[in-house]
Each structure stands twice: as C-alpha cells, then as structure tokens.
C-alpha cells in the first residue's frame, strides 16, 4: 500500500488489510475443529450472562472480530456474518454499548484460563497504555492529549492495559480507560451522564491505575506471576514502584536517564528524635555522606569490562544481541533514600552498535538474582506491544464505534477473549503437530470434548455458531523468543 494510502486510512481511523495470505498447511479436519473449538472456548463463559441473547452475541461479536474482514465493527461483522439484518445490527450494538452485562467475573474466568494456559511461577505481568485516535469530543475520555500510536498529541480516548507473558506465550489480562482529569470536573457532569461514567469514579493517573490492576490481580490469585514490568511512564513513578514492592513482587522498570541513585549505600538516620527535638518522620542521609548521582553519569564511567553481550530474543532475521551492565545502588527521592533504603539493581541496556543510546532499568529483585534472569526479563517487555499489534491488526481492537463507558470495557473484554482464543489454538497445533508428525489428527480429537458444551445449547444458539459461518481464524505464533508472525486459516 503506497504512503499516500496509509495515510488516508489513518485519517478515517480504518484499519489496512493484514496483508497475510491463507496458510495451506492445515486440512480440512484441523479447519472444522477449530471452529468446534471456538464453541466450546466460549461456552466456558456462557453461565456469566444471565440472559441466551447475551451469550449468543458475545460469540456472535466474537467471531466477527476472528474474521477475515478487514473492517470489524458491528456493521460489517453482521453483513458478513448474517447478511443485510438491520434488527442484529441494533441488537450487537445494544449488546456491546449498553448491554446489562459484568465483566468482572468474564475476566477473572479469562485470567484463570490464561493461568491455565501460560502460567508460570517467575511470570511477568506488563503494564503499558495505548492510545485510541478518535474524532469528535462524545466518546467517553476523548481528549487532545498524547497518543503513542501517533507519536503526538491528539484527540484520542487513552487506556492502561495489564498484560501476561512467559516462556509459553503472552495475552491481556486487564483494563483501565483513562480520564483525563478536566472529565471529571462540572464542566463535564453532562457529557460523563451521557456517556454512562460511573459516578464512583474519580481521577486517576494510569499508574495509579495500574496499582489498582495489579492489587486486583493479587486478590484473584488467577494467574502466578512473580515480575511486574513497565516502561518509563511506570518507572518513574515512586508509588507505583514501592506499590509493586509493598505486594512481594519484583518490579523491572525502565527509568529516565536523570534518575539519582547512591552507588555505595549512605548512611542513614532513623525515623524519631531528632538531636535538636524535632521529630523526624523520614529517613534521612548522614551529614558528610556522598551525594547522589544521576545514573547516566554512572553509566558513562563503567569500565569496558563490566558490559557483557547477550542474547535478549531470537529475530526474524537470527538472534538479537544487546550489551548488559549491572550496579546495585540505592534508590534516591527528592534526595532521601527511597523504599526505606532498599538496594535495588540498575540494569543498563545498550545495542551492539557503536554510540547506541543507553537504556536504564531499575529492579528490586534480591542481590541473589542471577544476571541471566534480569537479562531475560530486559527482553520480556516486547510481548506487550506485539500483543497491540496483534489485536489491533487482526482482532479490531481499535475499530469499535461505542461511545460509552460500559461499551469501550466490553469491547475491550470481547478483544481479549479473542486474542487469548488465539494463544490457546497455537498452542494446541503446537503439541498436535509435535506428537502426530504435522498431519492435525489430534486436532480433530478435540471434537468429543466440544460436543459436552454443545449438548447444552438450543438450535437458535447452535446455528449462530455455526463452523461455516467463521470466516477465518488468524493464529499468531508466539514463544518467548520470536517476534510476531501469523498465519490465517480459512474456512
């Protein structure tokens, strides 16, 4: 697509096609159990909705966004799928924007799936946010501010995403639409009523939403994780890392290259009377202790010999490589010790070439920690944007027309069910081809196991869900090392 049509589809907000041809390395059989799979994926979630209508367009919506139109919004989807139906039409819309529907307890069955699929005890879970370019000022949260798809300030809705990963592949677990702090004022009582916001809802930086998704990640218990990942927008901010801390877990977050740390640990004085009688309610550094430096500094005069070479992830195109640094210091904040004066680690991160721009990353993990793990979480925090990429490219992630609070978390719910439908299908043509030579006779075993979930729907509900009524299903593979490739598998 040339440069001049890239561009028009930005400005209609239209997603380009996925460029990817139909792979023909699977038969007929592998086709028809997979769309079976599909039934009984969602059947996992059918006693959440209270009503059959609800659930039959949550699969309805579900395979609209596996298939292979390039436009998933509600509209297509139908015409698609259904045909000229103006009554779905409305009812898909219903469904998603106003729709009775919780989704707390769909997404805390989806993070116990996700457990079971990719879980591991040293998992990672990442925080990031992704901006929604949008037009007019009625969508809930629109607002001119940055948008990293764009690279720039502009009228965009603006979310923090909680997302897993580990050696076994990576999905979303949840969710936070941001609102810019002017939507929460009475200049906007009427806009937030109209679109539906929560009137328990207050303002909150996306760090502090991340806080509040990771403590619901905690509660649940869903999902194993011991590392907490972010970029510089998290690392930057003290109470987000000593939140992470305050949980037993260990953050691995990159910081701003002015960050001040002690490289030798001062010496403190303890909270209490202080020698004149004013009490001290914070630790404080002796006199006569080193100041601190900022860690672009210490960068700048390690010796050649601390650099070691690595292997972060395997490419497209063979392995990448990045030189590693490792220093332990104290963390400084607003020139007192931060965290009661833990020892963290500074991770420096350079690429092979020559004058490659430092990148800096604090951890709270324990001095015992091998390098190899802290090198090996460095090289974790791209599945994040791999996932972006996938469900924005192939799932509709940023195609949906909704306005409301309650239709962006649905959408946005409805977005990781299928993502995570593709995880587990990879996963499954994985072990089926490892153990029956690529042929996809296992696949097709799975069939008794959907036919327990199909016994329990009506004929309305089964012929909606139909195995030729799913145009395609576009399988991501993903492991620890690769980036992303695809494959789309049509029926």
Not at 218 to 223: A, K, L, P, Q
Request: hydrophobic share 35%; charged share 25%.
């Amino acid at each position: 697509m040339s440069n001049k049509g890239q561009r028009q589809l930005r400005r209609l907000h239209i997603a380009p096609p996925s460029g990817q041809k139909p792979s023909p390395n699977l038969v007929t059989t592998d086709v028809a159990a997979m769309a079976e799979e599909l039934v009984s994926y969602h059947a996992l979630f059918h006693d959440l909705f209270l009503r059959s209508e609800q659930r039959q367009w949550s699969e309805f919506y579900l395979r609209g966004q596996l298939s292979q139109i390039d436009r998933k919004t509600v509209e297509p989807m139908v015409l698609a799928l259904r045909g000229p139906d103006a009554a779905a039409i409305r009812a898909v819309q219903q469904f998603l924007g106003e729709g009775a529907w919780s989704d707390d307890p769909i997404l805390e069955r989806h993070q116990s799936l996700v457990g079971d699929t990719l879980g591991e005890s040293d998992g990672i879970v990442i925080f990031d946010g992704s901006g929604f370019p949008k037009q007019g000022t009625n969508s809930v949260g629109v607002a001119r501010q940055y948008c990293g798809v764009l690279g720039k300030v502009a009228n965009c809705q603006v979310g923090a995403f909680a997302a897993y990963a580990s050696r076994c592949g990576y999905t979303f677990l949840d969710r936070r639409l941001y609102l810019p702090e002017h939507w929460l004022t009475d200049s906007h009582d009427e806009l937030r009523k109209k679109c539906g916001v929560p009137a328990e809802v207050v303002f909150r930086t996306e760090p502090e939403l991340a806080i509040e998704m990771l403590h619901a990640l905690v509660e649940r218990n869903r999902v194993p994780f011991q590392w907490v990942a972010a970029d510089e927008h998290y690392g930057m901010n003290p109470k987000f890392l000593d939140a992470v801390a305050a949980l037993g877990k260990w953050y691995f977050a990159e910081v701003p290259c002015s960050t001040k740390v002690w490289v030798k640990a001062p010496q403190l004085e303890p909270v209490g009377q202080g020698p004149l009688g004013r009490p001290r309610k914070h630790l404080r550094v002796a006199s006569g202790e080193a100041p601190t430096e900022e860690v672009r500094a210490l960068a700048a005069r390690l010796p050649k010999s601390a650099w070691k070479r690595a292997t972060i992830k395997e490419g497209s195109r063979g392995p990448i490589e990045a030189e590693f640094a490792f220093v332990r210091a104290t963390r400084a904040r607003r020139g007192r010790p931060a965290g009661n004066g833990e020892r963290v680690w500074v991770v420096f991160r350079r690429s092979t070439q020559p004058a490659a721009e430092v990148k800096v990353y604090l951890s709270n993990a324990p001095q015992n920690c091998p390098k190899s793990e802290l090198t090996r979480v460095c090289g974790m925090r791209w599945p994040v944007e791999s996932a972006f990429e996938e469900a924005k490219g192939e799932l509709g992630m940023d195609h949906y027309e909704v306005r409301t609070w309650r239709g962006w978390h649905h959408h946005m719910t409805q977005t990781f069910l299928a993502h995570h439908f593709l995880v587990r299908m990879r996963l499954k043509l994985k072990k089926s081809t490892s153990t029956d030579g690529g042929t996809g006779k296992s696949v097709s075993s799975e069939r008794a196991r959907s036919a327990k979930f199909d016994a329990r729907r009506s004929n309305r509900d089964r012929a909606l869900s139909s195995a030729t009524e799913l145009c395609s299903i576009s399988v991501t593979s993903q492991t620890n090392a690769d980036k992303i490739s695809g494959t789309r598998i049509s029926a």
